[in-house]
């Protein structure tokens, strides 16, 4: 997952695109340039980071959506700099904000975009719990994976991207648009055929650091398990509220964010959850037999309930 390149996009309320510009500048480095259409900065390696207009956002004036350059996973501390300056200068989320990430497609062949598909389609109720994904969102801006996708992904076993292509849009698409309303689905495939990028847009906005690291590098274990799976189930799994923090917990550790290098991070992705993350069902006593729950491999004291009280230095920004 650490060699994956990536891009992001911020979307934030309350700072003009113009202040925000400067911010980014006095974090990274370079210098400002802008016009009525947006702001860049070019940084010191001569990377642009952008912040332009959305019309979708609140906020009037005040409202701006930094777009990030390709970025590295060594990227990730400047990242959350630039994250922290724009939350210093007054830019905050709101309901009508959301972030959006991109993994470079080049990678991708028919068969790692499939298994993407499938592993996303089968844990998508989870992951929207687990972001706190509001219905609004759901319905317009980040959809579940169509049905009748993933029908024709399944019946056609697709070879070929210009395969899978084609169960995307429901017919070959050889001059895809931007704009394009297949755009609007958390998982969003049509960035792949246009600019060559798979985006996911299941986010919340947010100016805390923290979560976005999370987010990353959510994003990026999908890509990489998706890359190295020899193929995928893309059977719903059932969900429990009552299990949700448990079940979550599992995946993450069966996608390798397991450590104390990811412990933020499964930290920030459960915390919207119900349950424990250690027991699925009630825990059994450790002094005796009997009882019902399964105790978890990883995380098994850290992660339960009764240790959330002291974990809120490690969701700190």
């Not at 990227?75 to 009508?96: F, H, K, N, P, W």
């Not at 959809?143 to 395969?163: C, D, M, V, Y």
């Not at 190295?228 to 599992?250: E, G, I, L, Q, W």
């Amino acid at each position: 997952m650490k060699t994956l390149r990536l891009g992001i996009e911020i979307e934030t309320v309350g700072a003009s695109r113009q202040k925000l510009a400067h911010t980014i500048q006095s974090t990274v480095g370079g210098h400002v340039s802008g016009d009525y259409r947006g702001w860049q900065v070019t940084d010191t390696q001569g990377r642009a980071w952008k912040v332009v207009s959305d019309a979708s956002l609140s906020g009037g004036e005040y409202r701006g959506e930094i777009v990030s350059p390709i970025l590295t996973y060594q990227d990730m501390d400047a990242l959350q700099q630039v994250v922290r300056a724009a939350r210093e200068a007054g830019a905050r989320a709101d309901a009508s904000t959301g972030i959006h990430i991109h993994v470079d497609g080049s990678r991708f062949d028919a068969k790692g975009v499939t298994n993407l598909v499938k592993m996303v389609h089968k844990q998508e109720r989870l992951l929207e719990t687990a972001l706190g994904v509001s219905a609004a969102r759901l319905a317009r801006y980040c959809r579940p994976i169509g049905a009748a996708f993933l029908q024709r992904l399944e019946a056609r076993r697709p070879r070929t991207l210009q395969e899978v292509n084609e169960a995307w849009y429901g017919r070959r698409n050889n001059m895809p648009n931007r704009y394009d309303s297949s755009r609007y689905h958390g998982l969003n495939l049509n960035s792949l055929f246009f600019r060559g990028t798979i985006e996911f847009r299941y986010f919340n906005g947010t100016v805390h650091a923290g979560e976005v690291k999370a987010y990353v590098q959510l994003v990026l274990a999908l890509a990489a398990r998706a890359l190295a799976s020899k193929a995928a189930s893309s059977k719903r799994r059932d969900f429990n509220p009552a299990t949700a923090r448990y079940d979550f917990r599992v995946f993450l550790l069966h996608l390798g964010l397991i450590g104390e290098e990811f412990k933020t991070a499964r930290l920030h992705l459960l915390k919207r959850l119900e349950g424990s993350a250690a027991w699925k069902g009630q825990p059994r006593d450790r002094r005796g037999s009997g009882g019902e729950g399964t105790p978890g491999s990883e995380d098994a004291q850290s992660g339960s309930d009764s240790a959330q009280g002291s974990t809120h230095e490690a969701l700190a920004a």
